[in-house]
T-cell receptor
Framework: GENVEQHPSTLSVQEGDSAVIKCTYS??????FPWYKQELGKRPQLIID?????GEKKDQRIAVTLNKTAKHFSLHITETQPEDSAVYFC???????????FGQGTRLTINP | DSGVTQTPKHLITATGQRVTLRCSPR?????VYWYQQSLDQGLQFLIH???????AKGNILERFSAQQFPDLHSELNLSSLELGDSALYFC???????????????FGPGTRLTVL
């Protein structure tokens, strides 16, 4: 069935350094790849998304890259700050875009 | 505030019982999605409704069912509850994703279900 694998499950970086989270997907028909941030006790919120007709997208300190051939996509956060500490989820759409399958999440900790 | 509302916020019940979780989507959104998030787990897709019709189903247990009403609010019914059903249940809404790609899903605050 459809599957999204996310690595690493935990990531700890020093404030100011970069963080990279990687995901792979199984459905070659997937064409939408969002990233969500979930702070403790809060709802997931979209931070950036990318569609299959684009290889890279950037929004200030956050960027996402997509390699359709290899079926993987990555989230890059530069100049990390303490407020970036959260759980990050990648996702891919499937079943004719009617369903989002989420990765297992990455708990990112920014050390001051 | 995402504009998606969910009630109740917390629910504590016993094994074997039945509960109903309610979700109201953002104004104008016709798609509603339900997710289950167990402790330290990811978001497990349960079901997607669009304008009253079921559009996709995940690994939703037969004890679980959902519907979307004409006013677009949705309800998730969980029956014969087991301890393992304890989780955070999120509802999300979006405009219709179509076939060409997805749309941002806006999540509600969730309902925390505890089965004792």
């Amino acid at each position: 069935g459809e599957n999204v694998e996310q690595h690493p499950s935990t990531l700890s970086v020093q404030e100011g350094d970069s963080a990279v989270i990687k995901c792979t997907y199984s459905d070659s028909a997937s064409n939408y790849f969002p990233w969500y941030k979930q702070e403790l006790g809060k709802r997931p919120q979209l931070i950036i998304d990318i569609r299959s007709n684009v290889g890279e997208k950037k929004d200030q300190r956050i960027a996402v890259t997509l390699n359709k051939t290899a079926k993987h996509f990555s989230l890059h956060i530069t100049e990390t700050q303490p407020e970036d500490s959260a759980v990050y989820f990648c996702a891919a759409n499937t079943q004719g875009a009617q369903k989002l399958v989420f990765g297992q999440g990455t708990r990112l900790t920014i050390n001051p | 505030d995402s504009g998606v509302t969910q009630t109740p916020k917390h629910l504590i019940t016993a094994t074997g019982q039945r509960v109903t979780l309610r979700c109201s989507p953002r104004s104008g959104d016709l798609s509603v999605y339900w997710y289950q998030q167990s402790l330290d787990q990811g978001l497990q897709f349960l079901i997607h409704y669009y304008n009253g019709e079921e559009r996709a189903k995940g690994n939703i247990l037969e004890r679980f069912s959902a519907q979307q009403f004409p006013d677009l609010h949705s309800e998730l019914n969980l029956s014969s509850l087991e301890l393992g059903d304890s989780a955070l249940y999120f509802c999300a809404s979006s405009v219709y994703p179509g076939q060409r790609g997805g749309r941002e899903q806006f999540f509600g605050p969730g309902t925390r279900l505890t089965v004792l």
